[in-house]
């Protein structure tokens, strides 16, 4: 042989090795080896072997140095070595299937220990299947002890099943990969709610003194500055007091996941409502009331309260009457609690009820202070009522106030 020849032969060698090594690792891609049973391939596997009336039937996939079953019908061994594989023979043959009717008069075959013991192969019939970039990962195939002839129809049939199981891969692969992106941004959104909190907690804390300077000087030194010196100074107090705002609904809104966490607890609702409606006892100008025929309930507490704390907050700071009037109604459906908060403020446009529940979106009013709202308030309150299985709506007029009704799981 010439230097030529075997310069060929080295390059086929090196062909080869990168050709498995790319089928490898397409295989690993669908992280399927080692996996436990799934009844979605095994009801596979029972058809194939019952149509095709063999004692055994598999899906087996070639690794590196073994032959793994992902389901099996037949046969109690989860793995074989590579080196008596015949599926390994199966996937290198460029056939739609490849049988051996009778493995003991076969060359490569006959002495094969799966031959000459236990199983005791004898027929083999396996449909290679097919990854990405129709790389050959294993077989579905079917196996007996004794000769057999497959009709056109066992064999059109198994190449059929063959396919579905080329499906389930591939539905599975979406799956993974789905699963992983989701991981992704739960983790992204995990970080962006931290680095909220930590740059809302460290923002607080310089505007709690801007606060409390601006307050220092208009109480002690507004005797010698112009009139024009202390406007301009409420000015700034005022847009310290609307960031301040903005930072404490940033706050509420990045401690989603620690509300979220709490623990489910039996709420006895008379005593809950009233003690929550005596937070707001001493706020003039304002009457709440309550109507439920429920004792108890069975729900995140805390998150409950949070979601409260802001639609209430919300009626009395917009409530444009003499006196603003808030009902909040309880009762249950099948599988949750339905809760209505009811006022008789100036109600909510058609055109901004799309929008009212997203972030930073805010109405053209200001609230009876002259304050514009921050937009942190519903969108913190939609993002709890949904992580604990409810949804919210709103019903509403201008010039006849608003009623938010929301759902949480029992």
Request: net charge negative; with cysteine; aromatic share 6%.
């Amino acid at each position: 042989m010439s230097r030529f020849n075997k310069a060929d032969d080295r390059m086929t060698e090196l062909e080869k090795r990168d050709a498995e090594k790319k089928r490898l690792n397409v295989l690993k891609s669908y992280s399927i080896l080692d996996t436990p049973s799934d009844p979605d391939f095994d009801e596979l596997t029972l058809l194939a072997s019952q149509i095709c009336g063999t004692s055994i039937s598999l899906i087996s996939f070639v690794d590196d140095d073994r032959q793994w079953f992902k389901s099996k019908v037949g046969l109690e061994a989860p793995q074989t070595p590579r080196t008596v594989s015949f599926c390994s023979h199966a996937i290198d043959e460029d056939k739609d299937i490849f049988i051996v009717p009778d493995a003991r008069n076969h060359d490569n075959f006959k002495d094969n220990p799966l031959v000459t013991s236990d199983p005791y192969i004898v027929f083999y019939a396996g449909v290679p299947l097919h990854g990405e970039e129709d790389q050959p990962l294993g077989t579905l195939c079917v196996i007996d002890s004794e000769t057999k002839t497959l009709s056109p129809q066992q064999i059109q049939s198994l190449k059929i099943l063959a396919h579905q199981v080329e499906n389930l891969l591939k539905l599975r692969k979406m799956n993974l990969n789905l699963n992983q992106a989701i991981g992704i941004l739960e983790n992204k959104n995990h970080q962006l709610d931290r680095f909220a909190m930590i740059a809302a907690h460290d923002i607080k804390s310089p505007l709690n003194n801007i606060t409390a300077l601006i307050e220092y000087l208009l109480s002690s030194h507004s005797e010698g500055m112009s009139k024009a010196a202390i406007e301009t100074i409420k000015m700034i107090g005022k847009s310290s007091g609307n960031l301040k705002n903005l930072v404490d609904g940033l706050l509420s809104y990045s401690r989603h996941e620690e509300y979220i966490k709490q623990e489910k607890e039996t709420i006895q609702l008379k005593t809950f409502i009233e003690d929550f409606l005596g937070l707001y006892s001493q706020q003039k100008g304002c009457r709440l009331n309550y109507k439920t025929d429920l004792d108890e309930i069975w729900v995140n507490k805390i998150a409950l309260e949070q979601i409260l704390i802001n639609l209430i907050s919300n009626a009395i700071k917009y409530g444009d009457k003499d006196e603003t009037i808030i009902d909040i109604l309880v009762s249950e459906l099948d599988h949750h609690y339905l809760f209505e908060v009811k006022d008789n403020g100036p109600g909510i446009p058609d055109k901004a009820k799309t929008k009212i529940f997203e972030l930073f979106q805010t109405l053209q009013s200001t609230d009876r202070n002259g304050q514009k709202g921050n937009g942190v308030g519903l969108a913190t309150v939609k993002r709890l009522v949904e992580s604990l299985d409810g949804l919210i709506e709103l019903e509403s007029s201008e010039g006849k106030g608003s009623t938010f009704r929301f759902t949480l799981a029992k």
